[in-house]
């Protein structure tokens, strides 16, 4: 199995809604637009191509050449700019393969070289353990929970807090 990460090109927009109209999102917030149109995508394209290089990296998952997923890191503002938040999906069928956890080892490689940052923050729903098994196989350290911070669809659930630093302590 060959997992390369690709940048998006404003060309992806059929791939990139069918994978974000097919991804479980329990887990995810509500940033993901649903149903998750081609405009949707298009939006997405647009703004990533734009920062791409200088406020964040932005990549398609591929499986053997077919796009199966998403995964970026995006700088953030103000006194937070030395931080980046890292989020990914994949599309259900392909969960349990070691994916995510390799795509998420390319991209933090990426980001370190090329964004200037000195860490990277992962927020996950407290019951999401395949989200949290990949970040742990990737050097992120939980760094504290905050309770009963996300509100999903009727349910709160405890947010994890987890860092990776670029020149570890
Ligand atoms: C979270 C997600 C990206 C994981 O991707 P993946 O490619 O399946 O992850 P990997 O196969 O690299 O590793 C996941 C690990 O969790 C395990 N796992 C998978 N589903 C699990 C579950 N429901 N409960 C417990 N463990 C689980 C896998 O067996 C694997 O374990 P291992 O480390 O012992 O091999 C994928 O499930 C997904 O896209 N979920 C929906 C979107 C999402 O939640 N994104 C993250 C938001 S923070």
């Avoid at 990949?134 to 987890?162: P, S, T």
Wanted: glycine content about 6%; some cysteine.
């Amino acid at each position: 199995m060959k997992i390369e990460l690709k940048k998006w090109s404003l060309d992806d927009k059929k791939s990139l809604s069918e994978v974000c109209s097919r991804v479980d999102r329990t887990y995810l917030s509500n940033r993901l637009p649903s149903p998750y149109t081609e405009d949707s995508a298009a939006w997405w394209l647009n703004m990533a191509c734009e920062q791409e290089g200088h406020s964040g990296i932005f990549r398609s998952i591929n499986v053997d050449g077919k796009i199966v997923g998403n995964i970026s890191v995006e700088q953030k503002s103000d006194v937070y700019q030395k931080d980046a938040e890292i989020g990914y999906l994949l599309t259900t069928e392909n969960w349990s393969r070691g994916i995510m956890t390799e795509a998420v080892r390319q991209i933090c490689d990426i980001a370190f070289a090329k964004l200037d940052i000195i860490r990277i923050t992962a927020l996950v729903y407290e019951p999401n353990t395949a989200s949290r098994k990949v970040l742990l196989k990737n050097q992120f350290v939980l760094e504290g929970i905050m309770k009963r911070a996300v509100w999903k669809d009727g349910h709160i659930y405890d947010l994890c807090v987890y860092g990776r630093l670029k020149d570890p302590l």
